[in-house]
């Protein structure tokens, strides 16, 4: 009996068929990175005031004056959401009284934007906030339209998995894809908030889904060197490519609609890809389709420039381990025993909060100092770095150290920042984006580090739970970001305390590094703390390139 490993060693590790397949399904996230934190600048808040309208009877004294001063920030500007009584100014207007010496401002009576708000256009031109006035009383329509686009990502992670393993890799990869491209389109038309919001969660839906879709795909397609780069490295970067150009469309397209069409049209790229992108061999052999599997592995052979042999698939031969293995283990075996109910509750912890600090960090770069297009597009760059400083951690030393420095270094920056004097932003803006690579170094590690903790029979389960935890993070992370309004150094208070407290967390779990993977409940590593209890032992250098472990980060 043979694998599919076996089956495909003649065809090398890196011919140009492997090139072919990781540059395009890398590729094909790229659209993944500015559509995911297109948010940021669809619902840019500019600077606005109450309007007053032109027949009003003011004159101009009155006029400038008729919006309240308050602190913010340190400094008094005009009210966002008051504005004083028109009636009342009209009538000193029209008595000849001044405002300041004739009349004190301060004990007038105050009243909402009753006629609406005048916008700043100095940084965008139109968003979703000032086409729908979504500030003051309605200002947490943004932040839920935010996550609700989580909500998206948090449905499309329950069944990407299940479609694809119905109806295969690659046609879940291009369905989902038009399924992003085209509720996107979909969105451009929106006429209301509401409207906007519900297709935003099916692109979210869709964006999971080909996300996870190519992420099995090529795991399936690539040996097991080359898996190892395109899990951590190919998709993680081309995603931050992506992610760098979303402010770069932003700052020459300034209208919401014309920017999220933008953003929209470069989907339409990746329909030739269907011609050229194969579906997975495994699946198909899983299915019992090994003519066709044996077609792809031909025109494999032939574009590496390789003689294949004259059979390369003899069904009877062929050991397809995935589709003979009996489930026969539940959710509920992640409480099973204390070791890994503790296990899960920590990870589950983890994911939570470092996606909170990721996706918050993301979506506040328009509250930084400075210009949010250069700011956006740091935030982007730093993720590059982190990818790489991960990659060359995960090959070199422990897990529980590697991921509780980057913690701490994520959480300890983000306390500093209100220590910061005001007159110093671009330190704030530097310990932001240092925050930034920590917890984009910890969130590249958590995938790896949490798939070696649990065993084989329920290692899918585990990093899912803590995946779904993950997806709970980023729907909470607006919030956040929100909390800045009322204090501006509160969310990076929070985000810092949590991330420390994560750090610590992770000093607690298991090391596994170096460490056979467990194949078993019992032969699971054990937390500190609790009793000792023996795991056999088995080859580890086999065990860790493992492809199970990079199929079930696709979650």
């Not at 299915?287 to 052979?301: S, T």
């Not at 296990?343 to 918050?360: D, E, H, K, N, R």
Request: some cysteine; hydrophobic content about 45%; overall charge neutral.
């Amino acid at each position: 009996m043979r694998d599919y490993e076996e089956v495909s060693a003649f065809l090398g590790e890196w011919g140009r068929f492997q090139r072919l397949v990781f540059f395009l399904l890398s590729a094909s996230i790229v659209p993944n990175g500015f559509n995911g934190l297109s948010i940021v600048f669809l619902a840019g808040t500019p600077a606005h005031r109450c309007a007053v309208p032109r027949g009003a009877n003011l004159s101009g004294e009155w006029l400038n004056a008729s919006i309240p001063l308050e602190l913010r920030g340190g400094r008094e500007e005009p009210s966002r959401c008051r504005r004083y009584r028109l009636a009342a100014l009209a009538n000193f207007s029209a008595l000849g009284l001044r405002p300041g010496s004739d009349v004190e401002l301060g004990e007038l009576e105050q009243e909402p934007c009753l006629d609406g708000w005048e916008y700043s256009r100095d940084v965008y031109r139109s968003t979703i906030v000032t086409e729908w006035n979504l500030v003051c009383d309605n200002d947490w329509k943004g932040p839920l339209s935010t996550s609700l686009f989580f909500v998206g990502v948090l449905l499309g992670s329950f069944i990407s998995g299940q479609l694809s393993d119905k109806f295969g890799r690659k046609n879940v990869l291009f369905a989902t894809m038009a399924m992003q491209t085209g509720f996107s389109f979909v969105q451009v038309f929106s006429t209301s908030w509401e409207m906007f919001s519900v297709f935003f969660l099916l692109v979210g839906m869709g964006q999971i889904s080909n996300y996870v879709a190519a992420f099995v795909l090529g795991t399936e397609i690539l040996g097991k060197s080359i898996r190892v780069l395109f899990c951590t490295l190919g998709v993680c970067i081309f995603y931050a490519f992506g992610y760098m150009l979303l402010p770069l469309f932003a700052y020459f397209i300034r209208d919401w609609r014309m920017l999220l069409l933008a953003l929209t049209l470069p989907g339409l790229l990746c329909i030739p890809l269907w011609w050229v992108i194969p579906e997975s061999p495994r699946w198909l052999i899983s299915q019992g389709r090994f003519q066709e599997a044996e077609d792809i592995l031909q025109k494999a052979a032939k574009i590496n420039g390789i003689t294949p042999p004259d059979v390369i698939l003899d069904p009877s031969e062929l050991q397809d381990v995935d589709s003979q293995r009996q489930q026969t283990y539940t959710i509920l075996d992640l409480m099973k025993t204390r070791n890994i109910l503790t296990i899960t509750i920590m990870s589950v912890i983890l994911w939570m909060i470092i996606s909170v600090g990721y996706f918050g960090l993301s979506l506040d770069t328009p509250n930084l100092h400075g210009d949010v297009y250069l700011n956006c597009f740091l935030s982007a760059v730093i993720e590059v770095p982190a990818y790489i400083i991960s990659w060359l951690l995960l090959r070199n030393l422990p897990r529980r150290y590697s991921m509780a420095a980057a913690l701490f270094l994520g959480g300890c920056v983000l306390l500093f920042i209100q220590l910061v004097p005001s007159q110093f932003r671009a330190i704030s803006i530097l310990l932001v984006m240092l925050g930034k690579f920590g917890i984009t170094s910890a969130f590249s590690m958590v995938y790896v580090y949490t798939a070696e903790l649990y065993p084989t029979v329920v290692r899918n389960m585990g990093v899912g739970a803590s995946s779904m935890a993950s997806r709970l993070g980023s729907i909470l992370s607006p919030y956040f970001v929100y909390l800045g309004a009322y204090d501006r150094f509160l969310p990076y208070i929070l985000m810092g305390s949590l991330t420390v407290l994560s750090g610590i967390l992770t000093l607690f779990l298991p090391e596994s590094y170096g460490m056979p993977l467990p194949d078993t409940i019992e032969q699971m590593l054990l937390v500190k703390g609790l009793e000792y209890r023996p795991a056999s032992t088995r080859n580890s250098k086999d065990e860790e390139e493992n492809p199970e472990i990079f199929k079930s980060t696709a979650f």
